[in-house]
Structures are given as C-alpha cells and as structure tokens.
C-alpha cells in the first residue's frame, strides 16, 4: 500500500453547483483520510470550476486536483473516465468515494474494469480497521450486511445521498490546488447530451426534505389500498414513502421508496404501515427523529427501531388516527 496515498472524492455537480452527497463524501473522506494518515483530495472536472473549487475548500478538501476545458462542460464517461484514469495512473490514491447515482456508478464501473480492482457499490458505511479501508454493504435480499477488504488499489465505492452527514464550513480550511492540464479530444467522446429532463429527481428531493413521512409496505395489499397511506399523510401533513416490495409491486412510483437503494430519509415522524423493517428498508429511515410502526405481526424487525409501535391491521389503525388528527385540527 506504500505506494498509495491519500482519499479522493470525485466532485459531482449539478450545473455547475456542488451536490450534496458530495459534502457528505467530503465529510467521511476527512474522517477516513485522518485515520489513515493520510490527506483528502477532491477530484474537479468541469468547465469553470472556480466557485466549485470554493466550496470544496470550504468543506474541508486538503488538495484539489482541478480539470478544466470546453469537453469537460457535461458529464461524459469518455471524457471523464479519461481524466480519471490519467489521474489514477499518475497519483496512486488509495481510494476513491463516488456518488451512488448515475454518472459515478457508470465512471466507477469503468475505472474498476480498467484498472482491474474491486468496486464496492452501494456501501452504508466505511471505517479504518487495521490500517485498512473496511466497506460495509447489504447482501441477501439486505438481510445481512458484508464487511468487505480489498488488497487492491485504487479501492472505489459508490454511495448514496443521505448516508452520511455533510460536514460544516470551514473558513480556514485552504485547500491546495491543483491545475493539471489534460485534454480528452473531441472525437474520443462517444456520446452527446441533447436534453436533461429533470423528472424523478424533484419527487426524490420531496420525500427527502419532507419533515413528515408516511410510508407503505407489502402489507397495503394492494395499489387501490395505497391510497390508506395518502390518507394519512394527507393528514399529518407529510409526505409519502414505501418499500421496495410497494414500488416493485407497481403501487408506487419508484422515486418514493425509502431505503439503502431509495432514498434516504431523516424526518422527524417517519410512520411505517406495514413494513417489516429489513435492513434495506431501515438503513433509508432509522435515523428519523420518531418511528411510529403499524405492524399485525408483534415480532416484525421495525418494532426494534419504533419509538411507538401499535401491533396491529393497518386498515382499523390508521382510519383511526386520521379520525383522532382531524378532531385535533377542529
Ligand atoms: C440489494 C437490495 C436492495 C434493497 N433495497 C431496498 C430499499 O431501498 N428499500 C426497501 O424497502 N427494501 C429494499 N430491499 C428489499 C428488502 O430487503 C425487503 O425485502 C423489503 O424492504 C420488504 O418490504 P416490506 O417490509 O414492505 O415487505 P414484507 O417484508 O413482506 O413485510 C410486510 C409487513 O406487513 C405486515 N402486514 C401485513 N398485513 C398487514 C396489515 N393489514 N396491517 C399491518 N401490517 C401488516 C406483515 O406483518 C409484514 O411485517 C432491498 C433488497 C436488496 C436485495
């Protein structure tokens, strides 16, 4: 491993403006590259990163490595993965934190085939053990979680929004930077994009800044029976979430499925109506401030993690309450 050195965090942006699974990877990165004794390094490609480069800064990057140039102005895996590799070859870093959405799962898939190592998706966490990165990710239908070590370098693992926290400013913190000059030639990059249509991404953002969320699982039943759960949420004045099992179903669309491969929620009442509790499904909720279970089974998993658990049929609990909350609201 001597040869390695240092933690990356590939910057994703949004045009032209930081993520924020990028903060959150910024903040872990720290943490992991102290440990390691070693230092964070932020990996920006774009095409005027100047205010990119000041927040970075800001949230804690050591170094930047800074790309620039007209190819680079959208996100394309030839021209990106060019950068990369390049960069790879020429600092040897010891690993490499990615976004688990769509443009760094296709670049870190790529990275992984070219170089030839390990690629750890969907990890929900990652820690220093020995001196070495240990990646934790679901296995078995999420039952089980997998502690994975890698002898091979660079290590690279995808992660979602909402899995870590993002740290705080830091005015002090002057990152070093980092220009290198490389140019990807335009006939080298395979695709264009003509549009972006920014659809599913708003509905994620909503059940994600919802400070309230209701969700349904596979004990709804059905489609018709989902509207129970807009009931209640219409009431609490929150928003609606699911299972995986609900989307899969066709009950719901998948933008609202709540979990390690959904969307991560913190909100301060999370109602889950008739959800198991698999770790899948609570890696995406369990850090919500109260978790109100509705369950027919006692020994369902989510009554672990509830704040307030009610055993019992989903279909005489929840007109109940809505019942109690509008006699509330008169
Ligand atoms: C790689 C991978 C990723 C995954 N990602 C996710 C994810 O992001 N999110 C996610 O949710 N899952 C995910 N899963 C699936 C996960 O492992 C579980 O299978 C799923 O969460 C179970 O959904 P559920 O709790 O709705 O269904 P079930 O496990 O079938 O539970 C239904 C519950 O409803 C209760 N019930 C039945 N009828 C009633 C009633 N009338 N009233 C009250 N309670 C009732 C039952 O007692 C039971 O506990 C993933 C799996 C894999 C392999």
Wanted: hydrophobic letters at 40%; one cysteine or more.
């Amino acid at each position: 491993m001597d040869k390695y050195k240092n933690i990356w965090v590939f910057v994703e942006l949004n045009k032209n403006e930081v993520k924020r699974v990028t903060l959150e990877l910024l903040h872990k990165g720290k943490e992991l590259a102290k440990d390691l004794n070693q230092k964070l390094v932020a990996i920006v490609i774009g095409e005027n990163n100047e205010n990119v480069i000041k927040t970075i800064s800001l949230y804690g990057a050591e170094e930047i490595i800074n790309v620039t140039g007209k190819e680079y102005a959208e996100f394309s895996i030839d021209a990106y993965g060019n950068v990369i590799s390049k960069l790879i070859e020429k600092y040897s870093p010891i690993a490499i934190l990615m976004s688990g959405n769509n443009n760094s799962k296709d670049l870190s898939g790529k990275l992984s085939a070219k170089f030839k190592i390990g690629l750890v998706s969907e990890c929900v966490d990652i820690f220093v053990e020995e001196n070495s990165l240990v990646w934790i990710r679901p296995a078995f239908s999420g039952k089980l979680m997998t502690k994975i070590k890698s002898d091979k370098f660079p290590q690279i693992g995808t992660i979602r929004t909402g899995i870590f926290l993002a740290g705080t400013e830091d005015k002090n913190n002057k990152a070093k930077i980092i220009n290198e000059k490389i140019e990807t030639s335009l006939d080298k990059i395979r695709t264009k994009i003509l549009e972006i249509i920014n659809d599913i991404g708003i509905e994620k953002e909503s059940i994600d800044k919802g400070s309230i969320v209701v969700s349904g699982g596979n004990g709804v039943g059905s489609k018709e029976n989902f509207e129970i759960i807009y009931d209640l949420a219409k009431a609490l004045g929150g928003t609606v979430g699911a299972s995986k099992i609900a989307v899969d179903n066709g009950w719901i669309d998948e933008s609202h499925q709540v979990g390690i491969t959904g969307v991560i929620v913190r909100p301060k009442i999370y109602v889950a109506c008739g959800i198991s509790g698999a770790p899948a499904h609570t890696a995406g909720m369990k850090d919500s401030e109260i978790i109100i279970a509705i369950n027919t089974d006692p020994k369902a998993p989510i009554f672990d993690i509830a704040n307030y658990g009610i055993v019992g049929d989903l279909f005489a609990v929840i007109p109940a309450m809505i019942e109690e909350l509008n006699k509330i609201k008169k």
